[in-house]
């Protein structure tokens, strides 16, 4: 699915500040003397530069620029009063709408057709309907995350995986989570993969959490199946690649595993916290903070030290991260060792966090990790989660990369 049929870059991205903006249709009145015609426009709407574009983008060449579009739905308009009666006012549908894709209807779902039509890269002229977005309530996930037999495995925070107990894909390229924290899904896909019986319950659980359509798709989903863009992961995926390849690096330099545990065991068991529901979130911090920080290996770290001139006297008693920072400091000769392992001290305190009484001494604690996060106060639990996961990635991103 590498297709695109608007250049190099996404029209979806704002002119004004290069976010990317989302598909919203609305109703323009086009009144003259006494008559009207009313048409649903689509508009490229952009939340961080707070700017609505009319825009054309199917079927011809897009138009991208307020008055070229508003030009050419007027001259639709006009064509439509010269009919019209006195006092007549009607609404034009646009033929987009409504559509119903005959051969990718045996399940039932429900989409806005206009989405496939309007939404960048969909459009395949071979394939009619394929790419339409379904959307979901990310309730959907909370059956296959709690079921034995199934795995939810997130790639990034808004692409992830549903395996089988054979490991296997439920729906052949994943799903997508939207900025508004809706799950996305190709319509193809899953008519493909839902289809024999022995998918019942699964039809019949996808089509209870089927949702409207909210235009919006954006989402690593969505780059790196039409952008063919590989946005690397900004997740707990990311962290266990980058924590991966570090042992390996210390292991080939300093000829010790950094880990005392079975990392491959705790990963396949971890599981990615999917709403913003603190026993989840909770559950991960524990997960995570002893995957990172207490696995780490305190006698081969305390002998490295040793071994490169640090004072026995000034490690006696230090604990696996405050013992991990004087490793990265004096072995690995990395400046500013303090605040580069900052993140995984706020996981530590997050997961102290876990299972606390929220009173107001553990208001403050929290507040003090969301700070040192750049978080400001009103960031919901899932937001910290996001955020701590991306500044660990990035850490041992770098630690790599040095
Ligand atoms: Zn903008």
Sequence with gaps: MKETDYGHKNPLRCPKCDDYRFLDFKGVQFPKENKSIGIKIPFFDCRNCDTSTPVVL???????????????YKEIANEQLEKLNDGEFIGLTNSTENKVFESLNTVGFKYDSRDYYHIPGLFRQWDEGYLTPIFFSKDLLLYYNSHSDYKVKFASTSRFHIFNKNDETLIRHGFGINRNGKIICWLGDLEKDLQDDENDVHR????TFNIDSDHDIISDYYFNQIEANWTSSDNETGIFYYRNEFDKKIKDLFEFELTQLDIETLIDEYKHPIINESHQIENSYIKLNSLLSESLNVSELKKSLRENGVDSKLIKGLKGLKLFEKFIEHCLKIENASEIVSPLFVLYDLRLLAGHIKDSKY????????ERLNLTDDVNDLEVHQEVCKKIKEMYEYLNKN
């Design 363 to 370: 208001d403050e604690k929290f507040k003090s990790c969301k």
């Design 204 to 207: 019949k659980l996808f089509l």
């Design 58 to 72: 199917f079927p011809k060449p897009i138009i991208d620029n307020i008055k070229e579009a508003e030009n050419y």
